[in-house]
């Protein structure tokens, strides 16, 4: 079992930034690929970025390519989002996911946190 707590959400006025943290315990991310999902109100979640946790090979959705960089923390088990010149698009409830293999698919996630909320103004 692995648990996952987001943190880092807020609020934050468009070309801001924002880094959330994703800090797992029980079992260890070395056997995951972690991920980053967001859900906008009315609309399905969708994928955002994953990265290795053994290699730190990094993928990410075309929305957020350029813009948004996943790290991890060997010492800490914990994988961040560094978001930065956000958008009011970029509104969404985000969640933290790990995943036996490299996926975009949610499905294919084990386990998931509770997310945390992100809200861009204009």
């Known amino acids: 079992q692995v648990q996952l707590v987001e943190s880092g959400g807020g609020f934050v006025q468009a070309g801001g930034s924002l880094r959330l943290s994703c800090a797992a315990s029980g079992r260890s991310f070395s056997r995951y690929f972690a991920g980053w999902f967001r859900q906008a109100p009315g609309k399905e979640r969708e994928f955002v970025a994953r990265?290795?946790?053994?290699?730190?090979?990094?993928y990410y959705a075309d929305s957020v390519k350029g813009r948004f960089t996943m790290s991890r923390d060997f010492a800490k088990n914990t994988v961040y989002l560094q978001m930065n010149s956000l958008k009011p698009e970029d509104t969404a409830v985000y969640y933290c996911?790990?995943?036996?293999?490299?996926?975009?698919?949610?499905?294919?996630?084990?386990?998931w946190g509770q997310g945390t909320q992100v809200t861009v103004s204009s």
């Open positions: 990265i290795s946790w053994n290699t730190g090979s990094q």
């Open positions: 996911a790990a995943a036996p293999l490299p996926s975009a698919r949610e499905t294919e996630y084990e386990y």
